[in-house]
């Protein structure tokens, strides 16, 4: 699941977490740790401009701080960038940022990546909004260098010229698994080209088998190989049968039936799916957290 709090686009957001904070995140990411969750995600926007402040909000933490916070109170649960606008940065820096977090976590990231959309972040760092792209073509290959076993990697391309420059400490893991968001056709090529996942946005149920078909398609043209996992993020969910209006496309029921539902995922292709709650509480939302975890998991 991505985490509440941390990022609070009018979108998603639910008001309790205007007055949240960072005792709130530590308990959600330990539920989220005990309840067998896979992993807990964070979003990425250096700034948001006056014209989106309205829809988008302005609460957006930074990820590597967050799931650093966050990874040591936490055991298990794998922490996610979901996404990271890596383009906005030189891969030298975003890989020294996630390699210590992978180090210091034990092995639990996953990097997942996005070109970005705010126009007015690209240029208040300087960076070309219309190349971003092309950038963030490059911004994998690079990372895959900066992120590998070489302790001095090596990357040469238009964007980015690097080698000879030591970095230490290295992730924990042999290879850190590089997710790819969007479901724009590029960005459903960048995934399957040089992904190892797949993090749709907001793809409806009835659209995803024509995307995991041309998603297959393209690493068979590609000739990619290799483990990839496919994502989905699923309709908002509430265990049981609310007494308050948790909106018309909310899953709700008991756990056999929401199963039932969600295996349905499954059934087109789907490796993983991120789940919301509908809450009105922090602690609302771990008692959902919990249920799930308990009930309706194990028939997943």
Do not use: N
């Not at 219309?130 to 911004?139: H, K, N, S, T």
């Not at 260098?145 to 010229?161: I, V, W």
């Not at 290879?175 to 797949?198: F, H, I, K, N």
Request: aromatic share 8%; net charge negative; hydrophobic share 40%.
């Amino acid at each position: 699941m991505q985490l509440p709090v941390q990022s609070q686009s009018t979108l998603y957001a639910e008001r309790w977490e205007g007055d949240a904070g960072a005792a709130d995140l530590v308990e959600i990411a330990r539920a989220a740790d005990g309840a067998g969750f896979a992993y807990i995600a964070t979003c990425d926007h250096v700034a948001i401009p006056r014209r989106l402040a309205d829809a988008m909000g302005t609460v957006w933490y930074d990820p590597v701080a967050t799931l650093a916070f966050l990874a040591g109170v936490t055991e298990r649960v794998r922490l996610l960038s979901h996404v990271a606008v890596v383009g906005l940065r030189h891969p030298l820096l975003t890989a020294k940022q996630y390699a210590t977090l992978d180090h210091l976590s034990g092995g639990r990231l996953i990097l997942g990546v996005g070109a970005g959309h705010v126009r007015e972040e690209f240029e208040a760092l300087g960076v070309d909004f219309e190349r971003r792209g092309a950038v963030l073509d490059e911004c994998v290959d690079a990372l895959r260098a900066a992120l590998g076993p070489d302790e001095f990697p090596a990357h040469h391309g238009k964007s980015y010229d690097f080698e000879g420059l030591g970095q230490r400490p290295r992730p924990a893991q042999e290879r850190v698994p590089v997710w790819v968001g969007g479901s724009s056709p590029a960005a459903v090529r960048r995934a399957a080209v040089r992904g190892d996942g797949w993090l749709p946005q907001s793809d409806p149920r009835d659209r995803l088998p024509e995307q995991i078909a041309r998603l297959r398609r393209l690493r068979e043209e590609s000739g990619a190989t290799g483990p990839f996992t496919i994502g989905a993020i699923t309709e908002p969910l509430y265990v049981g049968d609310p007494d308050w209006a948790v909106g018309r496309r909310t899953l709700t029921g008991r756990p056999e039936a929401l199963a039932e539902s969600l295996r349905a995922y499954a059934a087109m292709g789907v490796d993983q799916i991120q789940v919301r709650f509908r809450s009105r509480s922090r602690s609302e939302l771990t008692d959902q957290m919990a249920a799930f975890g308990a009930e309706v998991g194990p028939l997943l």
